[in-house]
């Protein structure tokens, strides 16, 4: 064999992460290279014959990874989004909700139970009360705050995971490619 044919040796394949570190530890290397050849991916050769066709039954791959820590910027940064959105959804909901109220004539009918139980001695105004631009003035700071607090707690909750996962060793999932 010449030096260019000669395979690479194992170090020079092995997946890597970001950090230069190996994905794969060394005794899974091992074990994979002590893998029968039924049990490789091409029966053990190095590639594929000229008259052999593809296998007609596709093979799932499957990848255990651990999710071991979440950037709480990231975190901060969706959740904020997420928030916003959620906020602007509510106070569209709450003014087609009065709209629809409002042109049923729910606020005036209940003016006019109010009035003829004999309650009405301080003029209770229930439409004007519930006005539309004072209905998405409350929802719109209920909003506000709603989008404070769920970006702190999102943020917190991306601190105290990455403390607990550095206990335990993070949630551990299996991806498969189906």
Do not use: C
């Not at 999102?154 to 551990?172: D, P, Q, R, W």
């Amino acid at each position: 064999m010449s030096e260019q044919s000669k395979p690479q040796p194992r170090e020079a394949r092995t997946s890597r992460s970001a950090a230069s570190n190996q994905l794969i530890s060394e005794d899974n290397l091992q074990q994979h290279d002590e893998a029968p050849a039924s049990f490789k991916p091409n029966n053990g050769r190095a590639g594929k014959q000229p008259g052999e066709r593809k296998s007609s039954i596709p093979r799932a791959r499957r990848m255990k990874l651990s999710l071991t820590k979440i950037d709480p910027w990231s975190v901060t940064k969706v959740s904020f989004l997420l928030a916003i959105a959620g906020g602007i959804i509510q106070v569209v909901a709450m003014a087609a909700v009065w709209a629809l109220l409002n042109s049923i004539g729910l606020f005036d009918n209940i003016t006019q139970i109010v009035s003829t139980t004999g309650l009405d001695s301080s003029g209770v105004d229930v439409a004007g009360f519930l006005s539309l631009s004072k209905v998405l003035s409350v929802t719109t700071i209920f909003s506000i705050f709603e989008v404070v607090l769920i970006t702190v707690l999102a943020t917190i909750g991306a601190f105290i995971y990455n403390l607990v996962s550095a206990l335990v060793g993070g949630v551990h999932l299996t991806l498969g490619d189906d």
